[in-house]
């Protein structure tokens, strides 16, 4: 499984963008999808997660809750993290994560996460 993140820059307080993961490989091995992000100094975190073969709601972060939202093209080769309202807050590098097991994606935990993307860099400020 590879994953390629884009679609990180800078932007104002108040502002959107929108990530995207390019995911190759065998799509059982991607069946929890989620967005983790890691700040200076701090430990990476949970973001967003999303079922690959599920309807349930997908699961965010309080701190994200209701400003990002998470979703797969329907091939379920693109992973994207749509965010909005941003705050300084949000500044850090972002990560896109796949792992086989179908229930990593609900405790949003990294070390449930065996594939990693490089990460992308987003700035608010």
């Known amino acids: 499984v590879q994953l390629v993140e884009s679609g990180g820059g800078s932007v104002q307080p108040g502002g959107s963008l929108r990530l995207s993961c390019d995911a190759s490989g065998n799509t059982y091995s991607r069946s929890s999808m989620a967005w983790f992000r890691q700040a200076p100094g701090k430990e990476r975190e949970g973001v967003a997660g999303?079922?690959?073969?599920?309807?349930?709601?997908?699961r965010y972060s309080e701190s994200v809750k209701g400003r990002f939202t998470i979703s797969l093209d329907n091939a379920k080769n693109t992973l994207y993290l749509e965010m909005n309202s941003l705050k300084s807050e949000d500044t850090a590098i972002y990560y896109c994560?796949?792992?086989?097991?179908?229930?990593?994606?609900?405790?949003?935990?990294?070390?449930?996460?065996?594939?990693w993307g490089q990460g992308t860099q987003v700035t608010v400020s």
């Open positions: 994560a796949a792992d086989y097991s179908a229930a990593a994606w609900q405790p949003l935990r990294a070390q449930d996460f065996r594939y």
């Open positions: 999303i079922a690959m073969w599920s309807d349930d709601d997908p």
